[in-house]
Nanobody, 115 residues
Framework: QVQLVESGGGLVQPGGSLRLSCAAS????????MAWYRQGPGKPRALAAQ???????YYADSVKGRLTISRENSKSTLYLQMNSLKPEDTAVYYC?????????WGQGTQVTVSS
C-alpha cells in the first residue's frame, strides 16, 4: 500500500506562483510512476505532469514552461512548482503513484487562480 497526502494549494492571483507537495509513505520503493493530475470545474481529470521510472518527464501542452515536477530521490515527496498561473489552472490537483500491480491517489488539493 502507498499513502499520498497533498498540500500547498490555495488562492493565488493570475501570474502568481504556488508549490504543491505530495508526501508519500508505505511501500514507495517499488513505485514506477509519480504524477500530478488536475480536474477543473466541469472537466474530466487530466494528466498535468509525470515522472516515469524516476528519469523522464512529461508535461501537458497547457502547462509546459510554467509547471515543473520534481521529487526527492527517496520518492518520499513529490513537488509541483507552478509559475505564471492562469485562471484556467484552477482545479483540484491530485498526486498519483503507481506500481506494476496497483495505482494510488491522494485526496486532492484545491488551487484557485483569481483576482
Amino acid at each position: 500500500q502507498v499513502q499520498l497526502v497533498e498540500s500547498g494549494g490555495g488562492l493565488v492571483q493570475p501570474g502568481g506562483s504556488l508549490r504543491l507537495s505530495c508526501a508519500a509513505s508505505g511501500s514507495i520503493v517499488s513505485i514506477t510512476v509519480m504524477a500530478w493530475y488536475r480536474q477543473g470545474p466541469g472537466k474530466p481529470r487530466a494528466l498535468a505532469a509525470q515522472f516515469i521510472s524516476g528519469r523522464s518527464t512529461y508535461y501537458a501542452d497547457s502547462v509546459k514552461g510554467r509547471l515543473t515536477i520534481s521529487r526527492e530521490n527517496s520518492k518520499s515527496t513529490l513537488y509541483l512548482q507552478m509559475n505564471s498561473l492562469k485562471p484556467e489552472d484552477t482545479a483540484v490537483y491530485y498526486c498519483y503513484a503507481s506500481r506494476l500491480d496497483s495505482a494510488y491517489w491522494g485526496q486532492g488539493t484545491q488551487v484557485t487562480v483569481s483576482s
